[in-house]
């Protein structure tokens, strides 16, 4: 099988998350497809290019459809914002590692988003939703811009609801005249609410690399060891197989080591804001 | 077995000979022409256009394994798509590889057998019949003794061609190599064929005057990335990718896509790339997470220590082309001595 060639899929349905990011429900045309929360696939627009873009939809779906939440941020992802239901792109993948449901079993669960980073974090969300005894306590903290950039804000009331859990929102800023009843100010000042304990709980983290910095340096000042703290980054990527060289960290592939790592992994590693 | 592999013997004639049997039997047969100052790895049909005496070519044999552009696979833009590929390498035989280009392509080898493997560059590699070609002499920007890459070389070729003074030493490395030197009717080589390289290799490594030895390279220079070294020499890189372009262990790769004037088709293509250029750790928005020239720099040099990147199979073998051919006079060699606490 070549790993360059993608496979083709139609574009099921389109749902607007904010202004500049959509998710797109893909439906692969030529069989098969499963993957782990938390990898991602290269996405193609044929004659503009390709990206690297995070699964947001849960495994258990993927032999129906799989779902990629997109920020319009250059020519593919704009490429992409001008398709309509029925249109085709093509698929390669998934590629990565995931996060880590299996080690996560019977451990708390500190969930860190920022951004259109959010996207890659869903699966792991709905994962504790549709399998919550596998895991301890559940905490959901997400930050954006403003109200308006929230990302699957049609889930959040669910999310909300996980026994045991809890999801705090947070954003930097309120416009004139928006509701919002949640709190203001960057996502790591939500860590005074957390509960759950750095002695037996996993965190898993996805946002602008300056945000995971700082989330990093206040987690390890809660007790929460390198080992503990799971980052998903984001590199330049052309192939997803480990060869073009695009995305190393140092001696680290992302799209093949990672795109998920522990701060322990990456900490010596030159390049990064972290 | 019971002893050493079978030797043969020839002269220039049977160099020739072999040459010929070679196109006869389908490959496109490259080796070492000087055109100018300058030696380039040209398609040959005789041994005559070949310096045997040669030192290195400008580009490695990387330029026929992994070339500077090829296509992926052709698209049609009709209702939805349909992607084709066409991966149909023709036959080639390298002639006169010396080791430390011998070392880089089993490194490029070995890294784009890592799963998934890589169809174009193994495609290319199954057709391609190795001759490799024991340096004669070494100049200053040589150091392929310090890497462990040469000037002996005991794998990596069909065929070792090695020049004795009075004919040539036939090695060979394959079964495939042996069948060749059988069909050629080639004359078993005695002892003395074989003590002649030996004492050939032996002046060899005595003329060597650059050294970089690997023994713990790695592991220093990713301790001192804040060494002063990389943002000194970084002043005077020109960030235009020479090194990695000449760089026989060098593999990375751009993609795009190239759409016809009929917007209906098109091709993938990839190119290689320096991780030398501003543009290639460009990431959404802008962002860039080697910015500075001197993280760039770094990054080139700690993946040639074999500290970054590919590690062992992107690692410097010693062929010394960074240095001939950087404008501004960088030597890595240098950085590793600076690294080292020399200077």
Redesign the interface.
């Known amino acids: 099988?070549?790993?360059?060639?993608?496979r083709?899929a139609?574009i099921e349905s389109i749902v607007d998350e904010t202004p500049d990011i959509k998710t797109f429900r893909l439906r692969i045309t030529d069989g098969g497809f499963s993957f782990v929360p938390g990898q991602f696939v290269m996405v193609s627009v044929?004659?503009?290019?390709?990206s690297a873009i995070s699964i947001s939809s849960h495994p258990d779906d993927a032999e129906k459809f799989i779902e990629i939440s997109v920020?319009k941020?250059?020519n593919v992802?704009g490429s992409l914002f001008r398709l309509k239901p029925g249109?085709?792109v093509?698929v390669r993948g998934p590629f990565g590692n995931g996060w880590p449901v299996d080690k996560a079993v019977g451990k708390d669960l500190l969930i860190v988003g920022g951004g259109c980073g959010q996207g890659a974090l869903r699966p792991l969300i709905l994962d504790v939703l549709r399998h919550r005894d596998r895991y301890g306590r559940v905490e959901i903290l997400y930050g954006a811009r403003t109200p308006q950039d929230l990302m699957f804000k049609y889930e959040h009331d669910v999310w909300a609801s996980v026994p045991q859990g809890c999801l705090l929102l947070t954003v930097d800023r309120v416009p004139p005249g928006v509701e919002w009843k949640h709190n203001v100010g960057v996502v790591t000042r939500l860590f005074e609410h957390v509960t759950v304990d750095p002695a037996n709980s996993l965190v898993c983290i996805c946002g602008p690399?300056i945000m995971m910095h700082f989330a990093v340096k206040g987690l390890l000042s809660m007790g929460f060891k390198g080992d503990q703290i799971y980052l998903s980054m984001?590199?330049?990527m052309?192939?997803g197989?480990?060869?073009?060289?695009?995305c190393?960290?140092?001696?680290k592939y992302v799209c093949k080591d990672g795109p998920i790592f522990t701060y322990e992994e990456l900490k010596?590693e030159?390049?990064?804001?972290l | 077995m019971g002893g050493a592999s079978q030797l043969f013997k020839t002269d220039l004639e049977g160099l020739d000979r072999l040459i010929r049997k070679l196109r006869s039997g389908g490959y496109v047969v490259y080796g070492p022409v000087k055109q100018g100052r300058s030696w380039f790895f040209l398609e040959i049909d005789s041994v005559k256009q070949v310096d045997l005496n040669y030192v290195r070519t400008v580009l490695p044999p990387k330029k026929l394994l992994h070339p500077p552009r090829e296509k992926?696979?052709e698209?049609k833009?009709d209702d939805?798509?349909?992607?084709s590929?066409k991966?149909t390498p023709s036959a080639v035989a390298l002639f006169g590889v010396h080791p430390c280009d011998l070392k880089a392509i089993e490194r490029q080898d070995e890294?784009?057998s890592?799963t998934?493997?890589?169809?174009?560059y193994l495609a290319r590699r199954r057709n391609t019949l190795i001759i490799g070609l024991t340096c004669t002499r070494v100049d200053e920007n040589c150091f392929c003794l310090s890497r462990g890459t040469g000037p002996e070389v005991s794998t990596g070729f069909d065929i070792l061609i090695t020049d004795v003074g009075n004919g040539y030493l036939l090695e060979p490395g394959s079964a495939k190599g042996l069948e060749l030197l059988k069909s050629l009717g080639f004359q078993e080589a005695g002892d003395e064929y074989l003590e002649a390289k030996q004492k050939l290799i032996e002046e060899l490594k005595k003329s060597f005057t650059k050294h970089m030895p690997s023994e713990g390279l790695a592991e220093l220079a990713?301790s001192l990335?804040d060494h002063e070294v990389w943002k000194e020499t970084a002043e005077r890189c020109l960030s235009c990718g020479n090194c990695s372009l000449v760089c026989p262990t060098c593999?990375?790769?751009?993609?795009?896509?190239v759409?016809e004037l009929n917007?209906r088709s098109?091709v993938?293509v990839?190119e290689l790339?320096s991780?030398q250029l501003l543009e290639?750790?460009?990431?959404?928005?802008g962002?860039n997470?080697?910015r500075n020239r001197f993280?760039r720099l770094?990054?080139w040099m700690?993946?040639k220590f074999g500290?970054?990147?590919?590690?062992l199979y992107s690692s410097c073998v010693g062929c010394g082309r960074c240095i001939v051919y950087c404008p501004a006079s960088i030597d890595l060699t240098e950085v590793a001595g600076r690294l080292r606490g020399g200077g």
């Open positions: 099988m070549n790993p360059y060639v993608p083709i139609v044929l004659g503009v290019g390709e920020r941020v250059g992802t249109d085709k093509g690399e984001e590199r330049r052309k192939c197989v480990g060869k073009c060289g695009h190393q960290i140092g001696g010596l030159p390049d990064k804001i | 992926l696979f698209f833009l939805g798509f349909e992607v590929e991966p890294f784009f890592q998934p493997e890589d169809p174009y990713k990335l593999y990375c790769f751009d993609v795009y896509d759409l917007l098109g993938r990839r790339d991780c290639y750790a460009e990431v959404a928005l962002g997470f080697r993280q770094r990054h700690l993946c500290a970054a990147g590919g590690g």
